[in-house]
């Protein structure tokens, strides 16, 4: 927007950097589609290995999913410094988040053990990735059909 703004009409200095910008920036897209493609294009999902790491952290990853469900409980702010507080001692003294949770009063006053331990585990949070996921696979199988019929 700023590059638009022309001191006169005749001045195309504007024109030329917006041409330039408009070339880096399609120079570098490119660059970026050709790598990504490069890198997954011999990609194979292990759903047993990305299930492992997904359980490696014995559910500190759902410390946002915690978070939400205390917030409707305690309220945002509270809930954000607590959370805060119970995730950092956990990785600094390498102690295990539900023990963490379950020793937190405020915790254990408003959620059972099943419920902590339901919340903590990835199987169970995994939002909306699975239909953005179909629907972005959905979305590149049509494109590569329009593509296919622009070039027959």
């Known amino acids: 927007m700023y590059s638009a703004v022309r001191p006169y009409e005749g001045d195309r200095s504007s024109y030329m950097l917006f ?6 920036v399609l120079q570098l897209t490119t660059e970026i589609l050709l790598r990504t493609e490069e890198l997954t294009r011999t990609m194979v999902p292990h759903p047993d290995r990305m299930l492992h790491n997904a ?8 410390c946002e999913h915690v978070m939400m469900e205390l917030a409707s409980k305690l309220g ?6 607590l959370m ?4 950092m ?4 003294e ?3 988040f539900y023990t963490n949770l379950i020793a937190n009063p405020l ?10 331990k339901a919340m903590i585990d990835p199987r169970n949070y995994v939002g909306l990735s699975s239909y953005l996921a179909q629907m972005q696979a959905d979305r590149a199988k049509k494109m590569v059909e329009e593509i296919k019929i622009t070039f027959s």
């Open 55 to 62: 359980l490696r952290n014995a559910g500190l990853d759902n």
């Open 19 to 24: 041409d330039s910008i408009l070339e880096e």
């Open 84 to 87: 805060y507080d119970i995730a």
């Open 76 to 81: 945002k702010d509270k809930a954000h410094s």
């Open 107 to 116: 915790i254990s006053s408003e959620f059972t053990t099943e419920e902590v």
């Open 94 to 96: 390498g102690e295990d």
């Open 89 to 92: 001692k956990t990785a600094a």
